[in-house]
């Protein structure tokens, strides 16, 4: 039985979780601002505190790996692991950034769906990094595969979008704006993806 990959006394572990659970806040913000659509210049920049968060909490977990001879797993899957999370938190922000500057009228309805998978995908990698320290393989295996699941729907579902959006869309200056908002949408599920796919590869190497 595989018991576990980060020591008690570490701080690896702790850190990855709080660079997931930031970017589950930040997940959550979106879905706010595309939802409700109200003072959507405060929850922006409320996107944007999470983000510099998320970059601190990246920051000091490289620092701790550059002052650290041994590491509990390979020092590039923790990096890979960080980068890829603070990826996520760097879509998001980059979306409600869009809304504002763009001055979006309304969120349409794939918008908040696409924020929607993105929060569901946030709140597996929560729980995946949760049990990366201490439980069995099958459970992480488990929130991989709803990470991926979230992903084929979202990459669907901005298929859909941008097509409708090609053949419906008047304005070119609205199908621009648009266009590029599904884009990033859609690549955070990606970077989603990616993490589950760094998850799955430490419990390969652990199990």
């Not at 938190?89 to 696409?114: N, S």
């Not at 201490?134 to 459970?139: C, S, T």
Request: charged share 30%.
């Amino acid at each position: 039985m595989w018991k576990g990959i980060f020591p008690k006394e570490g701080r690896f572990f702790e850190l990855l979780l709080q660079a997931a659970q930031n970017g589950r806040e930040g997940a959550k913000h979106l879905v706010e601002l595309t939802t409700h659509y109200q003072a959507p210049q405060d929850v922006a920049k409320k996107i944007k505190a999470i983000e510099h968060q998320g970059d601190e909490i990246t920051h000091e977990l490289i620092r701790r790996l550059d002052q650290t001879f041994v590491t509990p797993i390979d020092r590039e899957d923790i990096h890979r692991l960080a980068g890829v999370i603070d990826d996520v938190v760097d879509l998001i922000e980059a979306v409600a950034d869009r809304m504002v500057l763009f001055k979006i009228p309304q969120p349409t309805r794939a918008a908040q769906e696409l924020a929607e998978l993105i929060h569901q995908a946030m709140e597996e990698i929560c729980r995946g990094v949760a049990v990366l320290s201490a439980m069995g393989n099958d459970k992480i295996y488990q929130h991989c595969i709803d990470i991926k699941k979230i992903e084929e729907r979202a990459d669907q579902l901005a298929r859909e979008s941008i097509a409708h959006l090609f053949e419906q869309e008047k304005d070119p200056i609205a199908l621009i704006k648009w266009n590029e908002i599904y884009q990033i949408l859609e690549e955070a599920t990606d970077r989603c993806e990616d993490v589950a796919n760094i998850l799955e590869s430490i419990v390969l190497k652990h199990a």
